[in-house]
């Protein structure tokens, strides 16, 4: 089974727009960490935000905030006020505690290819 | 401070021959990272270091991949022979604590694409 969901493929929205890139996650582990990061066309991976999976509250960091719920097991994220400069790639990526031996790498989804129009 | 270096950017190969790919870390940096993005994925855990040891490994084709991260700083990955399957961006990342920390960021490369034809 897929550890990291992104259903949406592409998104195409309107620049000042809010922006909700979906993520679900599958894991046993009752200790994980959920991260965003954007991959713009230059190919590097830039960190956004990060979820714990003890986090009481929802985690922000400027324009980005991360829906979670935990229940349902997703961790949406929400970009307010779109920019031209946000149209990127974005992945929903997971660590899990237990994975063993010191592992701390990241499962990473599909991505979301976010194109912001003017 | 200076992010993760890679390099090649680029890379051309035919089948079967051989390829080298070299990552210099953030200094300090004790844990590095080779992942694998294949065009249209998100990017897949090669293999980890801690120093120079290495604690995962688990999903690299060992028949044809080989890493290494000697003196605990710079790290090579090597592919030999190579096949077209193996056409992807190579990212290298790298992060800070000695052990695993949960909100730990990575801070990644701007990536090896390799073309094999």
């Known amino acids: 089974a897929q550890k990291i969901t992104q259903t949406q493929p592409g998104m195409f929205v309107q620049e000042k727009e809010a922006v909700t890139l979906d993520c679900t996650y599958d894991?046993?582990?009752?200790?994980?960490?959920l991260f965003w990061y954007k991959q713009p066309s230059s190919g590097e991976m830039i960190f956004l935000i990060y979820?714990?999976?003890?986090?009481?509250q929802n985690a922000t960091e400027g324009r980005y905030s991360l829906n979670f719920q935990k229940a349902r097991k997703s961790a949406n994220l929400v970009i307010s006020a779109s920019q031209l400069g946000d149209s990127a790639m974005y992945f929903c990526?997971?660590?899990?505690?237990?994975?063993?031996?010191?592992?701390?790498?990241?499962?990473f989804g599909k991505g979301t290819h976010l194109i912001i129009q003017p | 401070e200076a992010g993760v270096a890679q390099s090649p950017r680029y890379k051309i190969i035919e089948k079967r021959q051989s390829v080298a790919f070299w990552c210099n870390p953030i200094?300090?940096?004790?844990?590095l990272y080779w992942y694998q993005q294949i065009l249209g994925q998100g990017p897949k855990l090669l293999i980890q270091?801690?120093?120079?040891?290495?604690?995962?490994d688990s999903q690299l084709p060992k028949d044809r991949f080989s890493a290494e991260r000697l003196k605990g700083v710079d790290s090579t990955l090597k592919i030999q022979p190579a096949k077209l399957e193996d056409s992807a961006v190579y990212l290298c990342?790298?992060?800070?604590?000695?052990?695993?920390?949960?909100?730990?960021?990575?801070?990644f490369g701007q990536g090896t694409r390799l073309t094999v034809v």
């Open positions: 990342a790298s992060s800070s604590p000695s052990r695993l920390v949960m909100n730990t960021e990575a801070f």
């Open positions: 200094s300090g940096h004790a844990t």
């Open positions: 894991t046993s582990d009752p200790s994980y960490g």
């Open positions: 270091f801690q120093n120079n040891g290495v604690v995962d």
């Open positions: 979820q714990g999976s003890y986090d009481q």
């Open positions: 990526a997971m660590r899990e505690r237990y994975s063993g031996g010191g592992a701390d790498g990241l499962t």
